[in-house]
């Protein structure tokens, strides 16, 4: 789920978005990819960080 920016409490740092703009650009920055690459992972793999990782460090 996406973070709801008007309920108070930490991020779900566990999940990427990609509607989210600005979430794109931090997530292709964390993980060093172009935006591509990253809709690519999640389209392999879904929205789980660590799958994300895991895709993006096997290739």
Known sequence: MADDK???GAPDR???SLS???EVRDWTKSLGVSE???RE?????GNSVDKV???????
């Open 53 to 59: 990782r895991d895709y993006l460090k096997a290739r």
């Open 6 to 8: 008007n309920v108070t």
């Open 14 to 16: 566990d999940r990427i």
């Open 20 to 22: 989210e703009e600005y």
């Open 36 to 38: 591509e690459e990253l």
């Open 41 to 45: 992972a999640v389209d392999a793999v």
